[in-house]
């Protein structure tokens, strides 16, 4: 009797984990829609659209799922670089985290820093 009760909470605590992929899913669609809404809203307070890159873009730079007691709260981190200015070496760093519990991601850092991509 016991196994089964085991077998039971085993399988509930499978069961409510979130594959990976729809962590990486709904993490490209935030990253998609924060980049938007940045350019959008350098738009709207400077208008000065040639200052900006013909295709903005982001780079994920750290990804990581957590797994066991450190996957309790938050299961996934993400470190995020967007690119949106054409003639200025700036870019702006995101950091995120992916909640368990309501299963949504979470920005919970942003900061300006002076360079270019590392990548180009």
């Not at 400077?46 to 873009?57: E, F, V």
């Not at 957590?66 to 700036?90: H, P, Q, R, W």
């Amino acid at each position: 009797m016991k196994f089964f009760f085991f077998a039971i909470a085993c399988a509930l605590l499978l069961g409510c984990s979130e594959p990976t992929e729809r962590i990486e899913t709904k993490l490209e669609a935030f990253l998609q829609d924060d980049l938007e809404f940045n350019v959008a809203e350098y738009l709207h307070g400077s208008g000065d659209r040639a200052a900006l890159l013909d295709t903005p873009y982001y780079r994920i730079k750290d990804f990581r799922l957590f797994e066991g007691a450190k996957a309790e709260i938050y299961s996934a981190y993400a470190e995020v670089d967007f690119f949106m200015y054409k003639n200025i070496k700036l870019h702006e760093k995101r950091k995120y985290r992916y909640d368990a519990h309501y299963r949504h991601w979470d920005r919970y850092f942003k900061k300006l820093y002076f360079g270019g991509d590392s990548l180009q």
